[in-house]
């Protein structure tokens, strides 16, 4: 008898220990402590830094036991992270995966193993969407047609064409693909707007500038900028000062994010528009994390609240930012 008490104690330690070191086990839901595998893009912006923060910072809050990797703007890393997730039995997998498409493979061998996964600010084009239990982020087919308008409205007196470029994000990914789409929705209707050139940025500023810097030799009347992101957006003003033209004047600014760098620039007249795209998800993520290992139903889409700021709403805002 004693002997079965005793073995059955040690079994309650193991389990307790094993729940604390946080390896979990798959599926298991016990209790409210769970562990998160999260394979983050990279840390290419200013939005991908306060995401991460937001994350971790939401996990701790939550009582989450998080494993977080950073996958340097590259799927194959991503699916290397997602493949140790699945090796470690961690109870949920959220990502946000950096292109669209090739994640069926890695997605099936989660499923497979019956551990739930969250797709967080970045979409995949799987036809299966039983492969994931949900996807929470912005909208950003809308995000590109929020700044379509804006320049439509700006525009509407022209008579003459207005020569726009576009810095695109990562070649692949949802918000380079979405906010190319939804913008030119928008300006479509109208000839008179001409994209004359358009080359992705890698989401970076140093990619941003140089590509700015080669629009702007190639191109010697440029009326519009449209950056799919602040970061872009920043390399290229330095691109335009350093041409001896001023941001915001000689060429009209159009970015997405708001983050704290870019509010500063529409502040001072540098961008002239911001399409809001809030890296706040680590809250919304934790709670749909404990329902998923619960078992319990979740909205297939959770799309986060979004607004736009000109030039004098960023100066009212821009001391309360969180990012
Ligand atoms: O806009 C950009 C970042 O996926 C919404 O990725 C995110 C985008 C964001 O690098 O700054």
Known sequence: MLK?????????????????????????????????GFSQVGAESGWRTANTKSVQDSAKNA????????????????????????????????FSPVVESG???????????????????????????????TFL???????????????????????????????????????????????????????????????TGDFTRAKGKEVMEAFLKSNPDIDVLYA????????????IEGAGKAPGKDIKIITVDA????????????INFIVECSPLLGPQLMDLAKKVVKGEQVQARVVTEETTFTQDQAKQVLSTRQY
């Open 259 to 270: 983050v704290k760098d870019g509010m500063q620039a529409l502040a001072d007249g540098k």
């Open 228 to 239: 799919h992101n602040d970061d872009m957006g920043l390399g290229a003003i330095e691109a």
């Open 63 to 94: 009582g989450v036991t998080l494993k977080f990797s950073d996958a340097q703007q590259k799927q194959e890393n991503q699916i290397k992270a997602i493949r140790s997730y699945i090796q470690q039995k961690v109870d949920v997998i959220a």
């Open 103 to 133: 994640w069926d493979t890695v997605l099936k061998e989660a499923k497979d193993a019956k551990i739930p996964v969250i797709l967080t600010d970045r979409a995949v084009d799987s036809k299966d969407t039983s492969l994931y239990k």
């Open 137 to 199: 982020g912005s909208d950003f087919v809308e995000e590109g047609k929020k700044a379509g308008q804006w320049l439509v409205e700006e525009y509407k007196d022209a008579k003459d064409p207005v020569k726009i470029v576009e810095l695109q994000g990562t070649t692949g990914s949802a918000p380079a693909n979405d906010r190319k789409s939804g913008f030119q929705e928008v300006i479509g209707a109208d000839a008179k707007f001409q994209i004359i050139a358009s080359q």
């Open 4 to 36: 079965r008490i005793s073995a059955l104690v040690v079994a309650g330690l193991t389990a307790m220990s094993v729940t604390a070191c946080g390896s979990g086990s798959g599926g298991s839901g016990g209790g409210d402590s769970i562990t998160m």
